[in-house]
């Protein structure tokens, strides 16, 4: 994608709906005059007594203990330098949101006006009583030094600069790990660095802290190298003078250990690299371009390990492996500072986590068959869910251990619990299929390329490196409508089945379509008229293989589009009926909807059918399924139609599949409040815990249901999913949005990377 473009997108991406990136919701009841006569007055009096008696009462009574602030003055924003505070402000917003969806920590970004380091710790200072946790972001160098270190002495809640200390704890577990692969010991290694900023600064005493002799450093910056006769330097970058000769980059490599690299793309060379100590460790971490790129420098060598701050190769060193979790085991504790026993426990619990057997929820999201510890996993993936409950405990019980805690946890295993059911799988779940989908991008043809909204979710799904495009449609039409809206689609293949190059592949297909249904009564002179029609061209690319997936539905309806592909690929062996399955993100995970789209009133033997293509679905996500059949009936209350199909449904699967966690017929609200249902019916076996997958009596409940919950909560929806096809297909709602429609297409891929295994 061109920098226009993707201008133009990220521009789109905060400005349209509510502008920004984040908001300010409620957490209480407020919808009756007593609601807000207990939030506001009198009721709010009460609060402001118990906490003007004893001011620890503000963790009690308002949201002081789960809230930071991301300050900035925008002195130093990304790559972009100073800009300043109302510039830095998307970046802070970004940030707040990375702290909600990786910890559940809430945040206010405030950008400051203010350079004078003075002024701008009286500010902090002034507003700290609003926060339980300060993060400090983008204040350029020295300053940052000076302006942590003061309002870290002044202030008693947490505070860090996470760009100085982020990177320094991320690559500093990678560093461990990395040492003990190359069985080398951590006192006797040559450090060289490149780049002497805040960061650098921070991960060069961070290594000091773990054991790197100070005098085995060689720091470059700008200018060249930090040694005693320069006359430029202020005392922080005094602290690594070492050296009385001078000596250039390329001399201070030869034999190098380990290069740390947060200076800009095209520093070092192969030779450089060549020049290194045995088992070489390199963590070319600068952004958007290493210090030299990760395919030329693996190429150098095959004993090299390294690290890079990209996504796209392996050891990725992101700071919010960190933070998030750092902050969340801070403020648990009520944590007085972010002292160096938090940090290296920080560091010792994201190195170890490295070393465990990587779950398959991670394995799926990276598209591998088995992650683990080596050369290319020194630190742990950042959609790994574990990292909150390993982090966040080890760097509340540093600070317990080193006395800054004010309120110790007691219970570890319920505290743990807490960690693991607080956020769900909301973000991770769509994350994680987007990351999985991009390990093995797959061809999907789109029947409707002849549309805006097709195609500019086909430019984010081939620049998100998620599917290779094929377009259907007049191929004028296409192309104008790629050069009228500006978009790119390099290299993607069109197609016009009506087209008279298309004759010859008409006819094959046509083949195929009367061969299936020549008992039906179809001629093959209608097969071949049948061709010209785009869902029929499309589901027969499917099912020759000259395609993956199919995706189409936008302007036609679910009907007519489904046809096609019942037609022309049919259902999966085994399989009587199909299902429409809708997955709705909540807070507390995905809730998955069946049926849905397909079946108006299914017998007890296709509810039972479509239970298990549904359960079957949800474990390929990686989800346990907790199923409840759904009816006006609980066990038994009611003896309608509906209630007992379900209920002979629950009976049939209890007896035929005795390893699934499906129970019923229940009404809904119980279904969905673990306590409801553990309360008035302990003896079911989805007591006490919340169904995440609900099956529907019938499609009128089923569609009315998700459309409902869809629309009076903002879930985000995703599907209609389309279960039971022999071959990957799925059918889009009419008017779905882009968003919609590349959530289908990653669905989609994945649905081919599943039929693959």
């Known amino acids: 994608m061109s920098k226009k473009i993707f201008k133009k997108e990220a521009l789109d991406y905060h400005s349209s709906g ?14 009756t005059q007593r609601d807000l006569s207990l939030a506001y007055s ?17 963790y009690k009574y308002t949201s002081k203990g789960n809230l930071v602030a991301v300050i900035s003055n925008g002195t130093a924003v990304l790559g972009l330098g100073d800009i300043g505070p109302e510039a830095s402000k ?72 996470d760009d100085q200390h982020g990177t320094a704890i991320i690559s500093s577990a990678a560093l461990l790990n990395a040492l003990e692969i190359a069985n080398k010991n951590i006192n006797q290694i040559k450090l060289v660095v490149s780049g002497a900023g805040a960061s650098a600064q921070s991960c060069m005493k961070l290594y000091i802290s773990l054991g790197v002799k100070k005098e085995n450093i060689y720091v470059f910056d700008s200018k060249g190298l930090i040694h005693k006769s320069r006359k430029d330097l202020d005392k ?42 045995e088992n070489p460790i390199v963590f070319a971490l600068a952004n958007p371009d290493p210090e030299i790129p990760y395919d030329e420098a693996m190429s150098t060598r095959d004993d090299l390990i390294m690290a890079t701050g990209r996504s796209d190769h392996p050891n990725q060193v992101n700071n919010v492996l960190g933070f998030p979790y750092i902050f969340r085991g801070a403020l648990d504790v009520r944590a007085t500072t972010i002292n160096e026993e938090m940090k290296l426990a920080a560091v010792r619990a994201i190195a170890a986590l490295a070393k465990e057997q990587v779950p398959d929820v991670v394995n799926e ?88 909204k097709v195609l500019k979710a086909a430019e984010m799904a081939l620049e998100e490196g998620i599917a290779k495009p094929i377009l259907l449609g007049k191929e004028h039409q296409i192309n104008q409508i790629i050069e009228d809206y500006n978009l790119e689609l390099p290299n993607c293949t069109i197609i016009d089945p009506r087209s008279d190059k298309e004759v010859k592949q008409r006819e094959k297909f ?39 997936v199919m995706i189409s539905g936008i302007t036609r309806s679910y009907k007519e589009t489904i046809r096609p592909a019942l037609q022309v690929i049919g259902v999966e062996e085994g399989i009587n009926k199909i299902a429409g399955m809708y997955i709705l993100i909540s807070k507390d995970g995905p809730i998955f909807f069946a049926d849905t789209t397909i079946n108006i009133n299914p017998t007890i033997e296709e509810i039972v059918d479509i239970t298990l293509l549904v359960a079957r679905t949800v474990k390929e996500y990686k989800i346990s399924p907790r199923i409840a059949m759904l009816s006006y009936s609980n066990f038994g209350s009611n003896e309608g139609e509906d209630a007992v199909k379900m209920r002979e449904a629950v009976r049939i699967l209890h007896k035929s599949h005795p390893d699934l966690i499906v129970d019923g017929e229940v009404q809904a609200n119980f279904a969905v409040n673990k306590e409801l249902i553990g309360d008035f019916f302990p003896f079911s076996l989805l007591a006490n815990m ?68």
């Open 18 to 31: 509510r502008k920004g990136k984040i908001e300010v919701i409620p957490s209480k009841p407020h919808n």
């Open 42 to 58: 009198p009721g709010v009096a009460e609060p402001c007594i118990a906490i003007d008696k004893s001011t620890d009462d503000v």
């Open 690 to 757: 919340k169904a995440n997958t609900l099956i529907f009596p019938n499609l009128s409940a089923g569609n009315i249901a998700y459309k409902l919950v869809k629309e009076m909560s903002q879930y985000e929806a995703i599907g209609p999913v389309l279960l039971g096809m022999k071959r990957p297909v799925h059918v889009l709602q009419i008017g779905s949005s882009v968003r919609e429609i590349l959530n289908m297409i990653t669905l989609g891929v994945i649905d081919v990377q599943n039929r693959k295994k």
């Open 236 to 277: 922080n970058k005094k602290y690594f003078t070492q050296l009385d000769k001078n000596c250039t980059l390329e001399e201070a490599m030869c034999d190098a250990d380990v290069f740390l690299g947060l200076s800009r793309g095209g520093i070092l060379n192969k030779d450089m690299v060549k020049s290194m100590a």
């Open 510 to 548: 046509a083949e195929i379509l009367h061969e299936k249904r020549k008992r039906r009564g179809l001629t093959f002179y209608e097969a071949k008229k049948m061709m010209r029609e785009r869902n029929y061209y499309a589901s027969a690319m499917v099912e020759t293989g000259m395609a993956d």
């Open 365 to 452: 999201a990276y598209d591998a068959k088995s992650i683990t510890f080596g050369r290319t996993q020194i630190i742990p993936k950042p959609l790994d869910p574990r990292l909150i409950y390993w982090v966040a405990p080890a760097v509340a019980k540093a600070a317990i251990e080193s006395g800054v805690a004010k309120a110790p946890i007691k219970d570890w295993k319920k505290y743990e619990m807490q960690l693991m059911e607080r956020l769900g799988l909301d973000n991770k779940f769509v994350r994680n299929l987007t990351a999985k989908a991009k390990r093995n991008p797959k061809r999907v043809v789109f029947a409707e390329a002849d549309t805006y």
């Open 90 to 161: 998307p970046v802070m917003e970004g940030k707040g949101l990375l702290f909600k969806i990786f910890a559940d920590i809430d945040v206010f970004d405030i950008e400051i006006n203010e350079t004078n380091i003075d002024r701008f710790v009286d500010t902090v200072k002034a507003i700290s009583p609003t926060f339980g946790g300060i993060n400090l972001e983008d204040i350029k160098a020295p300053e940052a030094f000076e302006i942590e270190e003061r309002l870290k002495k002044e202030l008693s809640i947490p505070i860090m600069h």
